[in-house]
């Protein structure tokens, strides 16, 4: 009866103890936590930006409870082609840990965001969303040494800035439809553009514009843009709003390095910088710059 009365005992503690030790791998799910911030402001699934925008990116992530193995280390990379860069590698002795991060991409990809948070045991947690960047604004085209002549110069004043094509009288006549804008120096203007639908055109005689059938109204504003910020816009371009009520069909007075904003009668934005008008006044260098 004595030797029972040890076993007993024995046996006792011997389920304490094992009820005692959980093992790790006893635990579900013994991974730290790791998700996405949300709320006004933040990203955080699946998006489609464009090139002049930045996303905000945050993250929550803590320790597990259970294992109570702290967490060790943060890393945020994006993959494109393959090839993964990482934004974030951070080192952690702590159980709980958050980051923000702002985002932006100066050229289309598709990439995808991934974070993963480990702690000492090398246990890992993980999320990403993918990410779609496209151009922002148009396409756009760029001419250069585009020369017109007035009116009484043996080089065109007509042109058609989409087809970057200069016409002389008689081809401007012969192609009303194309002409989006006219050069000339007036005695009271000096070196304007105008539409052919402008008023101040059927002045000069030699245009003959007044028997045309069709006379675009192209509008002009003036800008601050400077030339240099007109020779920085690339392949794409955001034209800003074209407000017609502070756009006329003349834009007159120009000088060397004005830039001005046009749309022409089909709806077609662009950019003119005048580059010369020399000291003759009657010829003019531009750079144009317009929707494709």
């Known amino acids: 009866m004595k030797i029972n009365h040890v076993l007993l005992i024995f046996l006792m503690i011997a389920g304490v103890s094992l009820s005692s030790c959980k093992k790790d791998d006893d635990i579900t799910n013994p991974e730290p936590t790791l998700s996405f911030k949300g709320g006004t402001g933040y990203t955080s699934t699946d998006v489609t930006i464009t090139t002049d925008k930045t996303i905000l990116v945050g993250f929550n992530a803590a320790y597990n409870q259970e294992t109570n193995e702290k967490l060790k280390n943060f890393k945020l990379t994006i993959t494109s082609n393959n090839v993964a860069q990482t934004l974030i590698d951070s080192t952690l002795n702590t159980e709980v840990f958050s980051t923000d991060i702002n985002i932006s991409f100066p050229e289309p990809v598709s990439a995808l965001l991934q974070a993963v948070i480990s702690d000492d045991a090398g246990r890992t947690a993980s999320v990403s969303f993918n990410i779609v960047v496209e151009n922002a604004g148009v396409k756009v085209v760029k001419y250069t040494d585009v020369e017109l002549g007035s009116w009484n110069d043996e080089i065109g004043s007509f042109y058609n800035a989409q087809e970057n094509t200069i016409y002389n009288v008689t081809e401007a006549a012969a192609n009303q439809a ?115």
């Open 178 to 292: 194309k002409v989006d804008l006219v050069f000339y120096k007036g005695e009271n203007n000096l070196n304007t553009l105008a539409a052919p639908a402008d008023a101040s055109l059927e002045t000069i005689l030699t245009f003959n514009i007044n028997s045309w059938a069709t006379r675009n109204a192209t509008m002009f504003i003036g800008t601050e843009i400077t030339a240099e910020e007109f020779d920085d816009i690339g392949e794409y371009y955001e034209f800003p709003e074209f407000v017609e009520a502070e756009a006329d069909t003349k834009i007159i007075n120009m000088v060397n390095g004005d830039v001005v904003f046009f749309k022409t009668e089909a709806g077609a934005l662009g950019y003119i910088k005048v580059v010369d008008l020399y000291s003759r006044g009657d010829l003019g260098k531009f750079e144009v710059i317009v929707m494709e």
